[in-house]
């Protein structure tokens, strides 16, 4: 609830700075409705439910971690509609001549993000969840991976606009440079990596499910499969 109501205020104080044009520049709430509005909070958070998906917990802090996978992920659906209510749904209203293409993208991948993320994030809900058939509710969820391609796609996508855009301002600011050059490696390799692990683990599934397809269908013939070995 708390975070819910932190993003909808982040949403408004944003909101209110375009209306009006007068941006803070020194604030502690400038740097953190810079982490929830650039998307980062929400795809940390992500990025943790992502790779729960495919890395086993190995330790007590990764078992309490999975514990609470879906709380986890409620989370990060509330900071990433932030995101994208600003960086996203936003550039319907803006945008310039030069660098349409950009704009045209965020805004349409971050409605994209907004259709099939609504009903991930309500079904994320253990009450919902548990008053649906699981096999439906599976189904529903193998749409997180479009999501998070998505949502990788379109962060990163920020980050280029910002190079764009603000090219010449980046020059002359190393610091802002060196941030937006390691943001888009960073986000880059962590999507392949997940990329990699997440046609492993799918991998590793099919061969399990066939052999044990395999084991039902020689138990039902009576047949060992380590028979000729």
Not at 82 to 90: E, S
Not at 130 to 144: D, E, G, I
Request: glycine share 6%; with cysteine; proline share 2%.
């Amino acid at each position: 609830m708390g975070a819910t109501v932190f993003s909808f205020l982040n949403i408004g104080m944003e909101t209110y700075w375009t209306l009006t044009d007068t941006y803070l520049t020194d604030s502690w709430w400038l740097t953190i409705n810079n982490q929830i509005t650039s998307g980062s909070i929400g795809l940390v958070l992500f990025t943790v439910v992502m790779f729960q998906g495919v890395i086993k917990p190995w330790n007590t802090v990764t078992k309490q971690l999975y514990a609470i996978r879906g709380e986890i992920s409620i989370l990060a659906c509330i900071f990433s509609f932030a995101h994208l209510m600003v960086y996203g749904l936003g550039y319907f209203y803006g945008g310039d001549d030069e660098f349409e293409l950009p704009y045209e993208i965020l805004f349409y991948t971050s409605l994209a993000l907004l259709l099939i993320g609504i009903p991930l994030f309500i079904t994320s809900f253990k009450k919902i969840r548990f008053s649906m058939k699981a096999a439906a509710w599976q189904k529903l969820h193998k749409w997180s991976y479009a999501f998070y391609f998505i949502l990788f796609a379109n962060v990163i996508l920020v980050f280029v606009r910002r190079i764009l855009v603000f090219g010449e301002y980046l020059e002359k600011e190393p610091a802002y440079l060196v941030d937006t050059y390691l943001s888009l490696v960073l986000y880059t390799g962590i999507f392949v990596v997940y990329t990699v692990l997440r046609i492993k683990t799918d991998r590793n599934r099919r061969e399990k499910e066939k052999l044990r397809e395999e084991r039902r269908k020689a138990h039902e013939r009576g047949v060992s499969l380590h028979a000729g070995s």
